[in-house]
């Protein structure tokens, strides 16, 4: 798993590459919360997910756990999934709380 980002005026783009799995879980977790708490003057945060291959349950509790512990300071938002990382997020009712952005 590999994790780049880009600071924008208006966020904080993350990127993600390759699988986002109980195996990759903590330290995306650890790197992504760094980088949100380094950045928290933004307004938001994009999560590209064009990268990823896989993502199982795991990964999307990572996503969800971020949104719930910096909801209250940034917008949070979700982008380029494939069509199969899409329908996990929609199993796991991610799209109720991060929308899509194009």
Known sequence: ME????VG???LYL???GELD???ASFVRE????LIFQHLTL?????DLGGLSFMDSTGVGVILGRYKK?????RFYIRNPSPAVSRVLGMGGIY???PLCG
């Open 3 to 6: 994790l780049r980002y880009h």
């Open 9 to 11: 005026a208006d966020g």
């Open 15 to 17: 990127f993600f590459d």
């Open 22 to 24: 109980e195996y990759s």
């Open 31 to 34: 790197k992504v919360d760094a």
């Open 43 to 47: 307004s938001k945060v994009v999560f």
């Open 70 to 74: 910096y909801a209250k300071f940034l």
């Open 96 to 98: 109720d709380m991060i």
